[in-house]
T-cell receptor
Framework: DGGITQSPKYLFRKEGQNVTLSCEQN?????MYWYRQDPGQGLRLIYY???????QKGDIAEGYSVSREKKESFPLTVTSAQKNPTAFYLC?????????????FGPGTRLTVL | GESVGLHLPTLSVQEGDNSIINCAYS??????FIWYKQESGKGPQFIID?????DKRQGQRVTVLLNKTVKHLSLQIAATQPGDSAVYFC?????????????FGKGITLSVRP
């Protein structure tokens, strides 16, 4: 998983609760991404950040929030406003100066709403 | 946990045979393509990439072919092994660095019969 850690691996949430998923990287990559993956579907972009203290909404940002206070960290909060949060969440990083668009992925967090 | 491979098209091959996994992409301006492999419960792993100025690129036991005329990408795996069983998906992007984002296909499940 190349220096990207996600925790926890499994997370259970009661309806109405906010939960925060952690993503940390030691690759010194500028950009970090959060994707959601559901069975039978491709990766869908939630939020991304290309520089500290700045982030952009992806295709399905509603019900989620992020912060990028440090280059190494990009936590994702799943709020109670997200109506169907059960999914596999993937964090990725990219070296923007590398001339390639390859993204490196963490091991993922599986969130289940009880 | 529920597999992301559920509901995806499945390619079943005999161990030792060659596998060909196909991907149709949508953006005729895409100029960089990646194949990822995702094992159950894990994050995607980079397999091989190709730029649009090439039509073929070879790696260890894998070959990627690009046909820009029909917007088609394929991944060939030689002498398929049980460890190759996974979900495979392609990704495309236009441009590089901060001005680009990857778009991911839904994926195909490769099942290797012993």
């Amino acid at each position: 998983d190349g220096g990207i850690t996600q925790s926890p691996k499994y997370l259970f949430r009661k309806e109405g609760q906010n939960v925060t998923l952690s993503c940390e990287q030691n690759l010194n990559h500028d950009a970090m991404y959060w994707y959601r993956q559901d069975p039978g579907q491709g990766l869908r972009l939630i939020y991304y950040s290309q520089i500290v203290n700045d982030f952009q909404k992806g295709d399905i940002a509603e019900g989620y929030s992020v912060s990028r206070e440090k280059k190494e960290s990009f936590p994702l909060t799943v709020t109670s406003a997200q109506k169907n949060p059960t999914a596999f969440y993937l964090c990725a990083t990219q070296n923007l100066a590398g001339g390639k668009n390859e993204q490196f992925f963490g091991p993922g967090t599986r969130l289940t709403v009880l | 946990g529920e597999s992301v491979g559920l509901h995806l098209p499945t390619l079943s091959v005999q161990e030792g045979d060659n596998s060909i996994i196909n991907c149709a992409y949508s953006n005729s301006a895409s100029d960089y393509f990646i194949w990822y492999k995702q094992e159950s419960g894990k994050g995607p792993q980079f397999i091989i990439d190709i730029r649009s100025n090439m039509d073929k690129r070879q790696g260890q036991r894998v070959t990627v072919l690009l046909n820009k005329t029909v917007k088609h990408l394929s991944l060939q795996i030689a002498a398929t092994q049980p460890g190759d069983s996974a979900v495979y998906f392609c990704a495309e992007t236009e441009g590089t660095g901060a001005n680009s984002k990857l778009t991911f296909g839904k994926g195909i499940t490769l099942s290797v019969r012993p």
